[in-house]
Nanobody, 125 residues
Framework: QLQLVESGGGLVQPGGSLRLSCAASGFTLNYYAVGWFRQAPGKEREAVSCMGSSGGRTNYADSVKGRFTSSRDNAKNTVYLQMNNLKTENTAVYYC??????????????????WGQGTQVTVSS
């Protein structure tokens, strides 16, 4: 059974950092494009980043470029989202999602069929 589990969320002060993890089970994550998305209260779910499968490039939303970095650890079947210089407006539930065999990854949530349960990130002083 294909499963994604996010972790690493929490409370952080503005300017701080967090690293989110997205661990996969039941499939080899390297063969999947992995997207990170977030949803703030009362807002639509929006794309944050999208990493293509098997070494494909990573695309980022303009609002996080230069601050967020996505990476893979194939040995752990896990994708990470390193978030630096966090801002209060980054407060949201963060989700990872996967779609198979997509080296070209577009920041579009409709393309993704497998989702994790989400992890809460709160940026507040």
């Amino acid at each position: 059974q294909l499963q994604l589990v996010e972790s690493g969320g929490g409370l952080v002060q503005p300017g701080g950092s967090l690293r989110l993890s997205c661990a996969a089970s039941g499939f080899t994550l390297n063969y999947y494009a992995v997207g990170w998305f977030r949803q703030a209260p009362g807002k639509e779910r929006e794309a944050v980043s999208c990493m293509g499968s098997s070494g494909g490039r990573t695309n980022y939303a303009d609002s996080v470029k230069g601050r967020f970095t996505s990476s893979r650890d194939n040995a752990k079947n896990t994708v990470y989202l390193q978030m630096n210089n966090l801002k209060t407006e980054n407060t949201a539930v963060y989700y990872c999602a996967a779609k198979p065999l997509s080296r070209l990854c577009v920041l579009r949530r409709e393309d993704f069929g497998s989702w994790g349960q989400g992890t809460q990130v709160t940026v507040s002083s």
